[in-house]
C-alpha cells in the first residue's frame, strides 16, 4: 500500500510536471470525479509545490450528472448563468493550466437523455464559445486517467474488485511511463524525442498517398493532403515567449502515442480490417472490415455489432469520409497492454488507426484563415462524428509513395521501418 500511495504521489507530478507543466504563479484548474478525492489531493499538492498561485478543484459525479438531464429542462441545462460568466471572463484573463482526470464508469451515463443534452449543448455552445475562441491554445491542458471501481470492473469483468482496482491502476502507471525503477520524467522526455524525429521525418517525405497491407486482408490505400502535417506528442504553448519569457512545452494527452493527420477528403481506396474491437455508444463492433472508394465507405461488416457500425457510418452524410489516420508502433505499451479501455485517451492510442468523421481543421497550413466550411470544400472532413477504430498488428506493414511514383517504407510488421 505504501507502495501504491508513493507511485500516486509520483503520478500526479508527472501530470503536473510533465502533462500541463504549471508556470509559477498559475492559477489551476482540476476537474475530477468526487471519489478521487484522494488522487485530487495529491494532484493539488503537487501544483503548489510546482509553483501554482491557487488551485481549485471542481468535482464532478456521474449520478448528478444523470438527475440534472432527468430534472432540468433544455433552457436550465443550456443556461450559462452570470456566476458562470464571471469564471469564464477569469479563465480568460489568467490561463489557467486545466487538468482533467477521466475516470468514470464507462457505462454510468446509461439512461440519459442525449438528444436533450445536444439540444442544450447546441444553446449554451454559442454563447461560451467567444470565451473559448480567446483562450485557444494561449493555456496548457492535459487529460489523465485514474481507476475508479466502476471502471476497473469492466476492463477487468473476471477479476475480484480489489484485484480489478489494483489492475486498472497498474495498467495506468504502465502506459503512462511509470514503468517501475525508471525516472518517468526522462522516458517522457525520451519519448517526445522520438515522436519529433519521426513526426518531422514524415513532414519531410510529402508523400502522396500511403499503402497498408496485412495479412488479414488490409489493402487500403489513402491520400494525404499537400497542405496538411503530421503531429503528436507535446505541444509548445502558443506566444509563451512573448507572454511569459520563454517557450512552455506541455503534453495534453498522458499516455500518448499516435502520429497523425488528416487525409484528403474522398481519395481513399480499398479494405481495411479492424484488428481490436471498436466500442461505440456502449455496445462492441468486433473482427469488422470497411471498404473505401473514392474516400468514402461503401460496404462493411462485422461479425458482432453490425447494427451500430451501420449507425456510425450513416450518422450523417460525412460519416463515411476518413477524419484521421493515425501511426501507432506496435511495440508501444498500449498496444503490448493487450487491454481494451473502453476509454477514448487510451483505446485511440492502442495501434494504428483511421477516424470516420471529422478531420483537423487545425493541421491544415494557415487555419485560421478559413472558416469551416471553407476548409470542408479544401478536403478537411466535417461530420457529427470522430471514431477511431485500429487497424494496426505486428504484420502490418505500410509504404509512402511520393508524387513521382517513389516508395519508402513506412512500417514493417507493426514497427518503423526507417532510422531517425
Ligand atoms: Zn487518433
Redesign the pocket.
Known amino acids: 500500500m505504501e507502495n501504491f500511495e508513493k507511485r500516486l504521489e509520483d503520478y500526479a507530478k508527472l501530470i503536473v510536471e510533465v502533462g500541463v507543466n504549471v508556470q509559477k504563479g498559475q492559477p489551476v484548474e482540476i476537474r475530477i470525479a468526487a471519489d478521487q478525492y484522494v488522487f485530487a489531493e495529491k494532484l493539488t499538492k503537487a501544483a503548489y509545490e510546482a509553483g501554482a498561485s491557487s488551485v481549485r478543484v471542481d468535482f464532478n459525479h456521474q449520478p448528478l450528472s444523470l438527475l440534472h438531464n432527468q430534472y432540468k429542462t433544455v433552457e436550465k441545462l443550456a443556461e450559462v448563468s452570470a456566476e458562470d460568466k464571471a469564471r469564464l471572463e477569469y479563465s480568460v484573463e489568467n490561463l489557467p493550466a486545466m487538468i482533467a482526470i477521466t475516470s468514470a464508469d464507462p457505462d454510468g451515463l446509461k439512461g440519459m437523455d442525449m438528444a436533450k443534452q445536444q439540444k442544450a449543448s447546441a444553446i449554451r455552445y454559442p454563447i461560451i464559445k467567444p470565451y473559448i475562441d480567446k483562450m485557444e491554445s494561449k493555456y496548457q491542458w492535459v487529460i489523465a486517467g485514474a481507476a475508479s471501481p466502476a471502471w476497473a470492473q469492466k476492463v477487468f469483468p473476471d477479476l475480484p474488485a480489489e484485484e480489478a482496482l489494483a489492475a486498472l491502476w497498474d495498467a495506468i502507471f504502465k502506459t503512462s511511463r511509470m514503468e517501475a525503477g525508471t525516472d518517468p520524467v526522462k522516458n517522457w522526455d525520451k519519448h517526445n524525442a522520438s515522436f519529433k524525429a519521426h513526426m518531422d521525418w514524415l513532414n519531410e517525405q510529402h508523400f502522396d498517398y500511403l499503402h497498408y497491407k496485412s495479412p488479414k486482408g488490409t489493402d487500403f490505400k489513402a491520400w494525404l493532403h499537400p497542405k496538411v502535417k503530421w503531429l503528436g506528442g507535446g505541444e509548445k504553448l502558443h506566444g509563451g515567449p512573448e507572454r511569459l519569457g520563454h517557450e512552455v512545452f506541455y503534453n495534453p494527452n498522458m499516455p500518448t502515442e ?1 502520429i ?1 493527420t488528416t487525409p484528403m477528403k474522398g481519395k481513399a481506396e480499398g479494405t481495411v480490417y479492424s484488428t481490436k474491437p471498436l466500442s461505440y455508444m456502449g455496445q462492441l463492433i468486433e473482427n469488422f472490415s470497411i471498404t473505401f472508394k473514392d474516400g468514402k465507405a461503401v460496404e462493411w461488416q462485422a461479425e458482432s455489432g453490425s447494427e451500430v457500425l451501420d449507425k456510425m457510418i450513416t450518422m450523417d452524410e460525412n460519416a463515411a469520409y476518413i477524419g ?1 489516420l ?1 501511426l ?1 508502433p506496435d511495440s508501444s505499451p498500449i498496444s503490448q497492454s493487450g487491454i481494451l479501455f473502453y476509454n477514448t485517451l487510451y483505446d ?2 492502442a495501434s494504428c ?1 483511421i ?1 470516420l468523421g471529422a478531420g483537423f481543421p487545425d493541421l491544415y497550413e494557415d487555419y485560421d484563415k478559413y472558416s469551416r466550411e471553407e476548409l470542408e470544400k479544401l478536403g478537411i472532413n466535417d461530420s457529427m462524428i470522430h471514431v ?1 477504430f485500429m487497424i494496426g498488428s505486428n504484420e502490418l506493414d505500410i509504404d509512402g509513395y511520393t508524387k513521382d511514383g517513389k516508395c519508402v517504407p513506412i512500417f514493417r510488421k507493426g514497427e518503423w521501418a526507417f532510422e531517425v
Open positions: 499516435e497523425f484521421e493515425a501507432v485511440e492510442n488507426h477516424a477511431d
